[in-house]
């Protein structure tokens, strides 16, 4: 073999342009390839990559919480544990079952047959316990045993203010009362937020809110936390005394129209209501309307007075037979035969509250009512708001103008009627209730003259004097002037003989009222049920509790206020 | 033409490494803030259980019966409470 030049092989030109044909036709391919996905696709799998790192977490909004005028606590809400369970995923053995049922305080054979049901996939096996026993629970290490963490509302005011403030449902939202009234601005919104999890699941960036959590605003009540004790303690003590079925009393500021006190009796406790009946939870004060009776009379005589027939001291023919109307009578026991217009107030005469009224104009009678707040709802937001009820004027006929003069065939509620009694207190002017603080006094609406006002006041404090109907309605220290109640209750659309509703509206101090008080006592079955007896007495004790508590000065002289003997106090016909 | 390149190269890194320690500063930073969050929740819990507890204790009725009852305190007669003008009816 010779050495050879390296022989030139000579390819054919057709193999380069084929090489490179392919590698170009392949770099078409993935050029073609990156443009679909980087073009086409590319939320897609952006997405699909987020997913892998990218979580969205809810952030609780809590609920507001309800305090008192003195920011005292009147609702709260803490956290809770709510335990639940993949019923396919546990795997207990009977001793670690019957532990957590231990736990959770359950029975141990329920629990086992909730754990048992393979069917679900998902089981509460106990919503809100506290969180230390969560805790407990956790420590067991069970598997498919899981906690959430949820709300829970505590009422540290229990049954005292049980009514007014109301209470939520086990997802928080308010069901009765106050947290149902104001549940916008007292619920929380939960927001959501976008982060970025590590492997070992920390959040470790924050991408996005998504939508910020906003917590409930806090909602402070006028209700005054010292008044109000006292009033459901004086209420409750009442009714037990006299066997009522039940009691409500509201306390007024006159110059605010701030409710400061709002009890009912019976009460419940609304940290535990295992037990509800229908006549617990109402609350009377506000959603139950009554035949208010003679506590009425002064709106009629005021009527009068103001339109200039009578004055205090102008006398009104009683006789001894009665007021005869149709085929009615109207009954008087008192053994006077003419009396002043101040003395019908006095001694609370319904043929006198009639025959005044039967001088006036059903219309102008019908004005005075409505303009006192009777027959409309008081607008203060509670739910259930009773608005009472008031027939318009040309459906009356003469005997409803005469009994409504002294509260028959006119129904309103209590807090209505404390309401209106605001007139007398300031002066003519009707104020707007409130169930929430404020601090400024609020502006009234005129509805008589300064100078009627005054001289019902006078005629009210006439009638817890010596010879008047509630001489059990004085308080030592300050003048008090208010008026009693004895209405028999209706039934079946007619008035039941033995079954009254006693109440008494009053305020104090007479110089320059401050408070108005109103309670009602629902048919006291202890032998008495004159308002004098049974509501005065309450009124009294709240009256001085609440004037001792604002620091009201003294406008009477500080002598013992005797207890009426036999024969000074003047019984009332209804 | 490439001592400006290897310039821009070393700013580049330099860059890079900037961020880098600034996106673990900024995580860090942001597990602090978690954590100092997390802690503001449990503190505001707990401040809400005192609340309640605080308010359990001070209810008026137990007040009122600790007063009467342990301390053997009573209400003033009202001949004995002065209320004082300038403070009186606020």
Request: net charge negative; aromatic share 0%.
């Given at each position: 073999m010779s050495a050879a030049a390296p022989a030139l092989v000579r390819l054919p030109v057709w193999r380069a342009r084929f090489v490179m044909a392919g590698l170009v036709a392949a770099f078409f391919v993935l050029a073609a390839r990156s443009i679909y996905l980087q073009a086409m696709q590319t939320q897609f799998l952006q997405e699909k990559g987020e997913a892998r790192y990218s979580r969205v977490l809810e952030v609780p909004g809590t609920r507001g919480r309800i305090l008192d005028r003195n920011g005292e606590a009147l609702a709260i809400s803490t956290p809770v544990q709510s335990v639940w369970a993949i019923p396919g995923d546990v795997d207990a053995s009977p001793a670690a079952v019957r532990r957590l049922a231990g736990l959770l305080g359950t029975d141990a054979r329920e629990l086992r047959r909730k754990l048992e049901d393979r069917t679900r996939d998902f089981v509460y096996l106990k919503r809100q316990i506290p969180p230390e026993a969560a805790e407990q629970v956790a420590r067991?290490?069970?598997?498919?045993i899981y906690q959430h963490r949820e709300y829970r509302r505590y009422y540290p005011g229990g049954e005292v203010t049980a009514h007014l403030v109301g209470f939520t449902g086990v997802d928080e939202a308010g069901q009765e009362g106050v947290e149902l009234a104001f549940e916008a601005s007292l619920g929380g919104i939960p927001g959501s937020r976008r982060v970025i999890k590590d492997r070992r699941g920390r959040v470790v960036e924050d991408v996005e809110s998504i939508r910020a959590a906003q917590d409930g605003r806090d909602l402070a009540l006028s209700i005054d936390g010292k008044i109000q004790s006292l009033a459901y303690a004086a209420l409750k003590g009442a009714v037990a005394a006299h066997k009522a079925k039940a009691g409500a009393l509201v306390v007024l500021d006159v110059r605010t129209g701030e409710v400061l006190a709002l009890a009912n009796v019976p009460s419940f406790n609304p940290n535990n209501r295992a037990r509800l009946s229908g006549a617990q939870l109402r609350n009377r004060a506000i959603t139950d309307v009554f035949e208010p009776g003679s506590t009425l009379k002064p709106f009629t005589v005021a009527l009068a007075l103001e339109s200039g027939r009578v004055s205090p001291a102008t006398a009104v023919h009683i006789g001894t037979g009665g007021l005869r109307i149709a085929n009615y009578t109207i009954h008087d026991p008192h053994p006077e035969t003419v009396l002043s217009v101040a003395q019908v107030i006095q001694k609370s005469s319904n043929v006198g509250a009639a025959r005044i009224a039967l001088a006036l104009r059903r219309e102008d009678l019908w004005r005075m009512f409505d303009r006192a707040g009777f027959g409309a709802a008081p607008q203060t937001g509670f739910p259930g708001e009773a608005a009472g009820r008031l027939r318009p004027a040309d459906s009356w006929r003469p005997i409803e103008q005469a009994t409504m003069a002294y509260g028959h065939g006119i129904s309103v509620s209590l807090l209505q009627l404390a309401r209106a009694y605001t007139l007398f207190a300031r002066d003519g002017e009707l104020v707007p209730a409130t169930l929430r603080k404020s601090d400024a006094p609020a502006a009234g609406t005129r509805v008589i003259s300064a100078q009627t006002a005054r001289q019902v006041r006078a005629m009210l404090e006439l009638a817890v004097q010596p010879g008047g109907t509630a001489p059990r309605a004085r308080v030592m220290g300050w003048r008090v002037a208010g008026k009693t109640g004895t209405a028999h209750k209706q039934e079946n659309g007619g008035y039941a003989a033995d079954k009254y509703i006693a109440s008494f509206v009053g305020l104090a101090p007479a110089s320059a009222p401050r408070l108005v008080v109103a309670v009602m006592i629902d048919e006291p079955a202890n032998g008495q049920y004159f308002g004098g007896l049974v509501a005065a007495p309450v009124f009294a004790e709240v009256m001085r509790g609440a004037l001792r508590a604002l620091g009201v000065p003294y406008d009477a002289p500080l002598e013992p206020v005797p207890l009426p003997g036999a024969g000074e106090e003047a019984r009332e016909s209804t | 033409m490439a001592k400006l390149n290897l310039l821009l190269l070393l700013v580049l890194v330099v860059c890079a490494l900037g961020l880098v320690t600034s996106q673990h500063k900024a995580r860090k930073l942001f597990t602090e803030l978690e954590r100092a969050q997390a802690r503001a929740r449990e503190l505001d819990v707990e401040f809400g259980k005192l609340q309640l507890e605080a308010s359990t204790w001070a209810l008026h009725t137990r007040v009122e019966r600790v007063a009467t009852g342990t301390l053997g305190m009573r209400m003033p007669d009202a001949r004995q409470v002065r209320v004082i003008g300038a403070m009186g009816g606020k």
């Open positions: 067991l290490g069970l598997e498919g | -």
